[in-house]
């Protein structure tokens, strides 16, 4: 089973910027993909962004195209989300996702991820 550590969450004002990273561990295979979610209060939870981890091609929601950055780091097994140009409507809980097996599609539905991690709050002060 993998586990799945998100850090890198905090407090910035509007236009500034944050750096998520999510750490995995237990897993002796590298994942098909994985991606960035969030949640905001009262909302349900929508796709951020996604790498396939072999071709190390991206894909991303039109809210944040432009403005973050998903990479990966094969060695650590790790996932990274650059957010730039923050807004407050990009304040939620971040949750970093993997799938250990293909999918087709974009990658930007959550039941297309098996592992999950606990999530890490992102606000954005206006």
């Known amino acids: 089973q993998v586990q799945l550590v998100e850090s890198g969450g905090g407090l910035v004002q509007a236009g500034g910027s944050l750096r998520l990273s999510c750490a995995a561990s237990g897993r002796t295979r590298s994942p098909y993909a994985m991606g960035w979610f969030r949640q905001a209060p009262g909302k349900e939870r929508e796709f951020v962004a996604r790498?396939?981890?072999?071709?190390?091609?991206?894909y991303y929601a039109d809210s944040v195209k432009g403005r973050f950055t998903i990479s990966k780091d094969n060695a650590g097994n790790t996932v990274a989300l650059q957010m730039n140009s923050l807004k407050p409507e990009d304040t939620a809980v971040y949750y970093c996702?993997?799938?250990?097996?293909?999918?087709?599609?974009?990658?930007?539905?959550?039941?297309?991820?098996?592992?999950w991690g606990q999530g890490t709050q992102v606000t954005v002060s206006s």
């Open positions: 790498i396939w981890w072999s071709a190390g091609s991206t």
């Open positions: 996702a993997a799938a250990a097996t293909y999918y087709s599609g974009t990658g930007s539905r959550d039941y297309q991820y098996d592992s």
